[in-house]
């Protein structure tokens, strides 16, 4: 969807430069999680993040992240340069820009490309420090660029498992739960909590019972 000329308008009266606005590959920065809410009331800033530089700053505007997790995947490892990823999921407008939108850079680890095609990774296109990973629907924050007040805030960003965790380079004994692959699409393995276990194989017994009554209605 084109930017309207009522969001054009109040993108120039925050004095960015015109060229950082015209034209079709800029239409971007007025799309979330792009979209600058300057001036919006329902907007509530409860967090601030920025990448090491500051060139990029943001604000948060819900309080819990819908889920957060340690990924223990290779292009994790390898783009972070860390053992594994801390991302908190949140919806897309949950997130401001203040500052630096237009110092992002993109990064599609599938094809390898710097275009701004989803899902990709996002970064500051100046000191390189990670600022999410942008989905189709979501975005996956890193904590480690918030500034938390105090420790109750950081604990509303606690992981609630690991995922990709066949691919570790470290154990992490915490008692989460931890997954072979993606979050509740594959299986518990290593020091996983009893009870994950047994709820993962009653959902799998129960997909398993709906697939083959499927078949039978087919037939």
């Not at 090491?52 to 948060?60: D, F, I, M, T």
Request: net charge neutral.
């Amino acid at each position: 969807m084109s930017p309207t000329s009522d969001e054009k308008a109040k993108a120039h009266s925050s004095t960015q430069n015109k060229e950082d606005l015209e034209g079709e590959h800029n239409e971007w920065k007025f799309r979330v999680p792009y979209k600058v809410h300057e001036n919006d009331k329902n907007f509530k800033a409860l967090y601030e993040g920025s990448c090491h530089c500051g060139r990029v700053q943001y604000q948060l505007s819900r309080e819990k992240p819908l889920d957060a997790k340690f990924c223990h995947c290779s292009t994790c490892q390898t783009l972070h340069g860390a053992p594994f990823q801390w991302a908190a999921i949140f919806h897309k407008e949950d997130i401001n820009f203040t500052h630096g939108h237009h110092d992002l850079g993109w990064y599609d680890p599938g094809e390898k490309t710097t275009k701004h095609k989803l899902p990709c990774k996002v970064s500051c296109s100046y000191c390189r420090s990670p600022i999410m990973d942008e989905g189709r629907n979501m975005i996956l924050l890193f904590p480690s660029l918030i500034k938390f007040k105090d420790k109750k805030e950081k604990h509303n960003f606690d992981p609630t498992c690991h995922m990709f965790y066949g691919k570790r380079l470290y154990d992490f004994p915490d008692g989460l739960p931890k997954w072979s692959g993606l979050s509740g699409d594959s299986d518990l393995i290593e020091d996983s909590p009893p009870e994950a276990i047994k709820k993962r194989k009653r959902e799998v017994e129960e997909k398993e019972k709906e697939d083959e009554e499927g078949k039978s209605e087919k037939k």
